[in-house]
């Protein structure tokens, strides 16, 4: 029944004006904007809903992950950019300098580093 289905994902900004600017200048993705919200138009044609709760309170985990092929050049960009990425004690390996969690050499998964948007919802950038 579902299977058939074209779902999608989404999830809740407190303001749709600066979410817009925030995913369209910062993480320099295609956004478009609907009636009921954004969508975050993304490779291989996914898309992401975004919509506007002013009373929204952030997920405590990754809700978007993005692979890239150079992960230390996509994180020095988004740095370059204004993006603060996420620091956790918590892992299994210390993150770098540039809060990179080295999985590939300590065969944790992937290289990875998480970051905010502007209302808290966390995002992640890992390698391929």
């Known amino acids: 029944m579902l299977q058939e289905s074209h ?17 369209t200048d910062m993480l320099g993705l295609v956004v478009e904007e609907g ?16 919509y506007e709760k002013p009373d929204h309170q952030p997920a405590t985990y990754t809700i978007l992950n993005f692979p890239v092929e150079d992960i230390d050049l996509t994180v020095d960009e988004l740095m370059g950019k204004g993006v603060v990425f996420e620091h956790y004690d918590n892992l299994p390996a210390p993150q770098d300098e540039k809060e990179i969690l080295r999985g590939k050499a300590g065969g944790y998964g992937p290289d990875i580093a998480w970051f905010r948007d502007l209302d808290g919802n966390i995002f992640a950038v890992h390698s391929t």
């Open 7 to 23: 779902a999608y994902s989404g999830f809740a900004v407190r303001d749709l004006t600066a979410a817009k600017d925030f995913y």
């Open 35 to 50: 009636e009921m919200g954004l969508t975050l138009k993304l490779a291989d044609g996914l898309r992401i809903f975004v």
